[in-house]
């Protein structure tokens, strides 16, 4: 039983595999869907069979249920970008051949600078407010105390708890101001401007401070993530992509997680690269192992109660987070349990809320790339673009509400259509044959 089922798992996977090959280019070209399946097939594919069979972390049983949570997230996944792709006759790869074979436009009057500079304004003082809202920074951090877990686990949990500019920080540092540096060297890779330059080095400075402030790796390799996005769809001509498109940011990720493990808890750079590969494929299906043994039969599902927006909305008392919950469980207070998104929607809604909330994630992420390659290539709507790839890798590890209450998936594309004139002057572009 245990050889079949893990066979019609990998058979599942690969099947998805082949059809988001055929129809989002997961294997030729970055796309918001074709990424986001590659980054959960990484992760959640083979390496849930081997788990599913080692239960190499925790004390505790794997649930039957383990591979068919993960096979319905990619059914679910797969269906809801494929039934949104053809209710609007969307065809990627000509779609994006039509907007990235377009030259790029940089004239001043695209932009409505009133409005770059109003949220420019609101991303630095947002910033310098987090930065000076804590008693203590990271590097200060790393520099007067020891480099203990639990130590470092307090200081974390310390920054978020007692800085009031938390939330406006998150914001300036992984949302607004990762996209106004994705529209800076989108104008830089046109004009080859010093001011451009200079204002593109001061955002990387800054959003590179506010990501140290609580010594976590992700949000530092995220901006660096978002730096290479920025430069690639940049430059980009809707082809497709080279080996070394694959390598450069797997690699990037691979020594910034392991250059942090160096610095905050003094590993070796073996022992390190070993913890970076463990924490980015093992701990994830950690996390779904956990969230499969509390949900429903040591905590109830929450039936919406454990998002944080309805929570608030619902007047709930004591709101806990699901994977503060589950870490807490199954490996002591303070711990959040990340995972991929469907976790939330099983602690919350159980089977029906794994497969109908994976075919929403699958059908808005289709929807989000349909209407960003219906625009005119602009250094904004190029931005847009760029920071919904970098920001659809983290739904991988992230919930869903999270990433559109304020991760950006909503927020940057109502910013792109404030920011660029080009959107509101014409009608939508409808290229023949990618489209309709």
Not at 197 to 216: D, K, Q
Not at 363 to 379: D, H, K, M, N, P
Request: with cysteine.
């Amino acid at each position: 039983m245990t050889d079949w089922l893990a066979a019609l798992f990998i058979l599942n996977v690969v099947l998805c595999l082949a059809w988001m090959t055929y129809l989002f280019r997961v294997l030729s070209a970055p796309s918001l869907v074709g990424l986001t399946f590659l980054m959960i097939g990484l992760r959640y594919g083979a390496a849930a069979v081997w788990y599913w069979q080692n239960n190499p972390s925790l004390p505790i049983p794997i649930p039957g249920s383990f591979l068919y949570f993960l096979g319905a997230t990619f059914l679910g996944y797969t269906a809801g970008a494929t039934v949104v792709a053809s209710l609007l006759q969307f065809r990627l790869g000509e779609a994006q051949r039509h907007f990235f074979s377009q030259i790029t436009v940089v004239d001043a009057r695209v932009v409505r600078w009133p409005v770059f500079g109003a949220v420019l304004v609101f991303s630095v003082v947002a910033a310098i407010y987090y930065i000076g809202g804590s008693e203590r920074t990271g590097i200060e951090m790393l520099v007067s105390h020891s480099r203990e877990a639990v130590t470092l686990r307090d200081f974390r949990q310390e920054v978020g708890a007692t800085n009031p500019f938390s939330y406006v920080g998150f914001l300036a540092g992984q949302v607004t101001g990762p996209f106004l540096l994705m529209i800076t060297i989108a104008m830089w890779l046109r004009t080859r401007g010093l001011v451009w330059a200079m204002l593109a080095l001061g955002l990387v400075v800054l959003i590179f401070l506010a990501a140290t402030m609580s010594l976590s790796k992700a949000p530092i390799i995220v901006v660096a993530l978002y730096v290479m996005l920025a430069v690639f769809v940049g430059r980009w001509d809707g082809g497709r992509v080279r080996l070394t498109h694959v390598v450069a940011p797997a690699g990037l990720v691979l020594a910034l997680g392991s250059l942090g493990y160096v610095l905050t808890y003094g590993k070796s750079a073996a022992h390190a690269l070993e913890d970076t590969v463990d924490r980015l494929v093992v701990v994830p299906l950690v996390s779904v192992h956990g969230f499969l043994h509390v949900y429903p039969d040591l905590v109830p599902f929450q039936n919406g109660l454990g998002i944080g927006t309805i929570a608030k909305l619902a007047d709930v008392s004591g709101y806990v987070s699901p994977s503060l919950v589950v870490g807490t469980v199954i490996a002591g207070q303070g711990v959040c349990a990340d995972s991929i998104w469907s976790v939330d929607l099983w602690a919350n809604f159980g089977w029906p809320g794994v497969i109908l909330g994976s075919a929403g994630v699958g059908g808005i992420l289709a929807f989000l790339e349909y209407w960003c390659l219906l625009q005119s290539r602009t250094v904004v709507s190029v931005a847009v673009y760029a920071f919904l790839l970098g920001a659809t890798t983290r739904l991988a590890e992230g919930s869903i509400f999270t990433m559109l209450l304020s991760g950006g998936l909503v927020l940057v594309p109502v910013l792109g259509w404030f920011l660029d004139r080009s959107w509101h002057a014409r009608k939508t572009l409808e290229p023949a044959g990618a489209f309709r």
